[in-house]
């Protein structure tokens, strides 16, 4: 019987980890986030904010969310500023929410030199005379720590950009 469990738990534990799987933290009741570390303590409300109202994003809400190729950690992308979320990382066996940094998408690398990092595209500024912004891609560590920017994520569409650049080295990222 020992032995069965085992191997079924090992089954499922490559399975898990050869293909994304679905994973809901069930969000907690609304509150209206008061204090800045809020954004990341706060286990994210769903489908909560009225965007054309004055309450929009006045607390963590839930946009998307990847497993880590491990199933240790979940990376959510939640509500946080008028241009940008959040993307916070919740460790699953304690429970621990860390602010990883702002972004607008978020995958992470399943294959090649970068596997395990993220990659978020960032709304930036553009100073000078001309102003404007931009939307790029860049690849983080999990800690947040900016690697490199994707290239030519900055002059065209980012998500084309980022798939391009996946396909052209080979790796994949979900």
């Known amino acids: 019987m020992r032995l069965l469990l085992a191997a079924l738990l090992l089954n499922a534990s490559a399975a898990q980890a050869a293909e994304p799987f679905p994973l809901v933290i069930s969000p907690a009741p609304d509150r209206v986030a008061e204090e800045e570390d809020d954004w990341v303590r706060m286990v994210p409300t769903v489908g909560t904010s009225d965007a054309g109202g004055n309450d929009w ?86 800690t947040g720590e900016t690697v490199l920017m994707v290239p030519n994520s900055d002059v065209e569409y980012s998500a084309d950009a980022v798939d391009k650049w996946l396909s052209e080295n080979g790796w994949n990222a979900w």
């Open 57 to 142: 994003c006045n607390s963590p809400e839930f946009h998307s969310q990847v497993t880590s190729s491990d199933g240790r950690y979940v990376y959510q992308m939640v509500c946080r500023w008028v241009t940008s979320d959040l993307i916070v990382k919740v460790d699953l066996q304690t429970g621990e929410r860390t602010g990883v940094g702002a972004g607008n998408s978020l995958s992470i690398i399943r294959s090649g030199p970068y596997e395990g990092d993220l990659i978020v595209e960032r709304h930036e500024y553009l100073g000078g005379e001309e102003g404007g912004s931009r939307d790029p891609a860049y690849v983080l560590k999990p």
